[in-house]
């Protein structure tokens, strides 16, 4: 697989989730400002950077033979952490506290509007954003360990991450509730990448 290919599809996995949060936020009407999607797109590719490095550094400590092998299982383990997290039902707990699960919202984008106001504005937009960062930080570090440009990639998945989000908001109205099914791709794409650098 070329390196353009491939780099393709660890953004499309990182970022895509946002499409599908974005779609179901705007059949709802609930409104977010072009800024607030900057701002977590941002976070997203701050975080991506952040963790990339530390994984960069964990890679002194381990030897060259089995970093990428390391790297491509640490990344179907995060795949299939994430499908548990699509498909698990939120605990009651996890209900009456959204401000300390901010995982909920890749189950019920709704969440994200805490105060049910209709718009994503204030705390909810940094909610919202460490929600859609989460996926970041082990795909960081796992990226660095099979070879992901740190900055370059954490340039594209702020860019990615932006346009998804924008483009689900805007075309959220004319979808079916099936856009919300587009949250189970990052698990399912991060496992395909990491099979492939097995192979």
Known sequence: MGVATFTFLFVL????????????????NVRIHLRSIALIAVLSGVMFLISSYSGHLLLLFISAEYVERIGAIALIIIG????????????????KEPWLHPERVLHDPLV??????????GKEVWFLGVALSLDTIGAGIS?????MPPLFT??????????????????GAK?????ESVSILPGVLLIIIGLIKLT
């Open 143 to 147: 990226g660095a360990f099979i070879g």
């Open 112 to 121: 994200a509007d805490v105060d049910r106001s209709g718009g994503i504005v």
């Open 80 to 95: 299939t952490y994430f499908l548990w997290q699509y498909f698990k039902k939120p605990s009651p707990d996890e209900e």
């Open 13 to 28: 996995a990182v970022s895509i989730d946002s499409f599908g949060i974005g779609c179901v936020l705007g059949m709802q």
């Open 154 to 171: 954490a340039v594209l998945i702020t860019l990615s991450t932006c346009l998804m989000l924008f483009t689900g908001v805007t075309c």
């Open 175 to 179: 979808w079916s509730e099936k856009a």
